[in-house]
């Protein structure tokens, strides 16, 4: 039987490409998770932006693909090196997803509009000064400005037009790029979200968000105030702050 | 880089409004097998922007489309000929070699081992 998600010693790399790490092992374990779910939910196109190592978009091919064999995945990275080096990975385990060099996904906003339903990311998500935000290799993999945000805040607006109807979102951030704050965006765009997956290492303190689109304002209300995202927070963080005092 | 994927891009130089479909400048294409699936075929069918697609496949070597965009009876029918063909152009066929030109401005973006690399000049975002 094939492994169900990448394996390690297959995954390509190179000293300017971001190797898999906790952040990208908490989103394929979000991913596992939710896999019954993401079965059921048939997805037609999934994609990720931001690949790297291609560790996570082989991963979801390998989660889906005895269940749903019809599924076109595509994957975007800003550094040539790493889009290179995630379709070795995908050769290695003998899969296939269409890999393109571009800055978030922009050359891809107006034709596929509307017609991702699952899309993964792991941004760059680690506050730094301000400067070292899009530079070349391997820096582009992490630098995220001011708390962490600049990238995630230019995503945002992309995920929201590429998501199909159906589209689900699923975010890797860290406490310091107030998690709170993007789910409120995202509400405001029409999403309700959840954690699938909080995980505290020595140095950070990862969440995986999901997020989907919600027909119409009162659903919005009710699935946020039901197992509401701000109840999630506040546990998570109770929970992590008794840890921390401990 | 497949069709499926080339029907989906275009050319986002700053100020440039025809940036779709790009053209096609292969030095080498790669046939690789996928499973047949009817479904998704009828799924993407609804996507597709048929002249973009013929032309596409054509400049990769593959000239089997009609010219005419099939109307969607065809897409029910039992006879998968049209299918098949569709098949084979949206998936089997990859662009290993060559380039993406804006139709607009003429800019060439090379692919190399089947990556498109689509990053603008500063001048041009």
């Known amino acids: ?246 | 880089m497949r069709l499926i994927t080339h029907n989906m891009l275009s050319c986002n130089i700053k100020g440039v409004t025809n940036g779709f479909p790009l053209k096609i400048e292969s030095v080498t294409v790669v046939e690789k097998e996928v499973d047949f699936n009817p479904d998704f075929l009828r799924h993407m069918f609804a996507k597709i922007e048929w002249k973009a697609l013929v032309e596409g496949a054509r400049s990769m070597g593959y000239e089997e489309l009609p010219e005419d965009s099939p109307d969607a009876s065809e897409l029910e029918s039992d006879d998968e000929t049209f299918l098949r063909k569709l098949h084979h152009a949206l998936l089997e066929l990859h662009l290993e070699e060559g380039a993406l030109v804006c139709p607009e401005t003429g800019r060439k973006f090379p692919v190399n081992k089947g990556i498109p690399n689509m990053l603008l000049h500063e001048d041009e975002v």
């Open chain 1, 1 to 246: 039987m094939s492994s169900r998600i990448a394996e390690i010693r297959l995954v390509s790399s190179h000293r300017e490409v971001y190797e898999p790490c906790d952040d990208s092992f908490a989103l394929v374990d979000a991913l596992l998770a939710d896999r019954i779910n993401l079965i059921e939910h048939k997805p037609k196109i999934c994609m990720e932006i931001g690949c790297g190592s291609g560790y996570v978009i082989t991963s979801l091919i390998l989660l889906l693909k005895n269940e749903l064999p019809g599924v076109h995945y595509l994957a975007t990275d800003t550094n040539p090196i790493a889009a290179r080096v995630t379709q070795e990975t995908l050769q290695a385990h003998g899969v296939e997803a269409d890999v393109i060099c571009t800055d978030i996904a922009s050359v891809l906003e107006k034709r596929l509009a509307g017609s991702v339903d699952v899309m993964v990311v792991n941004p760059p998500y680690v506050p730094t000064p301000e400067d070292e935000v899009g530079m070349e290799g391997i820096a582009s993999a992490w630098a995220g400005g001011e708390n962490g945000r600049r990238v995630i805040d230019r995503m945002l607006p992309v995920v929201d037009v590429l998501l199909s109807e159906k589209g689900w979102f699923y975010l890797v951030t860290l406490t310091s790029n107030c998690p709170l704050e993007i789910c409120l965006v995202m509400r405001k765009k029409g999403y309700a979200s959840r954690i699938v997956v909080q995980r505290s290492t020595d140095e950070e303190n990862l969440l995986i968000l999901k997020f989907w689109r919600v027909k119409d304002e009162e659903s919005l209300d009710k699935e946020t105030s039901s197992e509401s995202f701000v109840s999630q927070f506040s546990r998570y963080l109770s929970s992590f702050m008794e840890k921390r005092w401990r």
